[in-house]
């Protein structure tokens, strides 16, 4: 059974820095790699998909790797803003099947 | 992108009455849709997959006679919670792709809906 674990839980950081959140997977099978994202009591603004034959997607300040054998993705977030604040979520899967979500990393940019 | 639809947004209701929740795909025809729910902190987890005109596959641990959906059209899918308990309360978003698509295109999420059970 497909496993994401997302670390870390929780980040707090000052504007303008730049960050990295990480996801990682247990069966590396998958269809594609997505990241989203979550504002509190709100559905999902996927953020960037990337197809299981891709090494990375970019979009805006938003970079996000994948590492298919080592079951492993990364989400940099080039200079926070406070409007990055949010929960990143990292879900894997694809196909005839649904996706498998990891819990996700609670960011907080402090102004 | 492509764009689904999910009503209501929130719904509050009566603990032992049931609620139907909507979610239409509304610029592509969805053969496969599937549900989710999250809890409070918690992950998002699929209970089910449906495909259009035939019956849902549900994941280990979802009840299909309490969590009944149906999806009869190429644009609609229903969850209905039956006989709703305070322990149903929890965020409920579908997502839906696309027929004839590669296996690696993305799902497109619904809004959410957000159930209270009193």
């Known amino acids: 059974k497909q496993e994401v674990t997302q670390i870390p839980a929780a980040l707090s950081v000052p504007e303008g820095e730049n960050l990295v959140l990480n996801c990682s997977f247990t069966d590396s099978a998958i269809y594609n790699l997505q990241w989203f994202r979550q504002d509190p009591g709100k559905g999902l603004t996927s953020l960037l998909l990337i197809q299981s034959s891709q090494r990375e997607q970019t979009s805006g300040r938003l970079n996000a790797s994948l590492d298919k054998s080592s079951g492993r993705s990364t989400l940099y977030i080039a200079a926070s803003q406070p409007g990055d604040s949010a929960t990143y979520l990292c879900?894997?899967?694809?196909?005839?099947?649904?996706?498998?979500f990891g819990k996700g990393t609670h960011l907080i940019i402090q102004p | 992108g492509a764009v689904v639809s999910q009503h209501p947004s929130r719904v509050i209701c009566k603990s032992g009455t049931s609620v139907k929740i909507e979610c239409r795909s509304l610029?592509?025809?969805?053969?496969?849709m599937f549900w989710y729910r999250q809890f409070p902190k918690q992950s998002l987890m699929l209970m089910a997959t449906?495909?259009?005109?035939?019956?849902?596959?549900?994941e280990q641990g979802v009840e299909k006679d309490k969590f009944l959906i149906n999806h009869a059209s190429l644009t609609l899918s229903t969850l209905t919670v039956t006989s709703a308990h305070p322990e149903d309360s929890s965020f409920y978003i579908c997502?839906?792709?696309?027929?004839?698509?590669?296996?690696?295109?993305?799902?497109?999420f619904g809004q959410g809906t957000r159930l209270t059970v009193v």
């Open positions: 997502s839906a792709r696309g027929g004839g698509w590669g296996k690696n295109t993305e799902a497109f």
């Open positions: 449906s495909n259009e005109g035939s019956k849902a596959t549900y």
């Open positions: 879900a894997v899967g694809g196909g005839a099947d649904g996706l498998t």
């Open positions: 610029d592509f025809q969805a053969t496969t």
